[in-house]
């Protein structure tokens, strides 16, 4: 198995969780690997640890979601990733740390393992700060409160706790005016 049939193979694993527990996510997570991936080019990382710990990194949040514990999928997650692993030796055992770092760490730490690790971090911001995100994040809501007010409280408490998590400068500087713009937008809505 080459690293490639790994990417597949943890991209197929996440689409496969997200079908059976809550196909609305699936756009979310396209959005965060396209992130990741144009991240991963621009600080020169290594774009397969990158794309094989987006698919992971919340593989299992759908199911933990269904099964009433989604502060679960972490833990879970870590455990789908060691045993994607287990019998992969194209990988060296820094990669392999690496991914599960990358992992562990997607809902931030003080210090990040690598920069492959706080990639994954800043890409899982664009979900709900980065346009396309906060639009298909605004009509799953719609489906599943069928309430503006608890909507747009949600969708706001959302947007701020990933504008509080973004750590690299450059998606800052991409995702704060949106930000911005939104919550104008939000708070004009609650007039």
Known sequence: MDIQEIVLKADEFNREEIKKYNSEI??????????????????????????????????????????????QHKLMA???????????????????LNLIKCVEEHHGIDKFYSIESEIVYNADCYKFLHPKGVFDYCSILGRRFNNLSKELEQL????????????????????????????????????
């Open 26 to 71: 699936e756009s979310l997570y396209d959005l965060s690997l396209e992130a990741g991936i144009k991240l991963a080019k621009q600080f020169n990382a290594d774009e397969n640890i990158v794309k094989i710990a987006i698919s992971m990194m919340d593989s299992k949040l759908p199911e933990a979601s269904y099964n009433g514990n989604p502060k």
């Open 78 to 96: 870590v455990e789908a990733t060691k045993n994607l692993l287990k019998d992969t030796n194209i990988l060296s055992d820094e990669q392999k």
């Open 156 to 191: 706001e408490y959302k947007m701020d706790e990933k504008y509080n998590a973004i750590s690299l400068v450059i998606v800052k500087n991409e995702l704060v005016p949106y930000y911005n713009s939104f919550k104008e937008l939000i708070s004009k809505t609650k007039e």
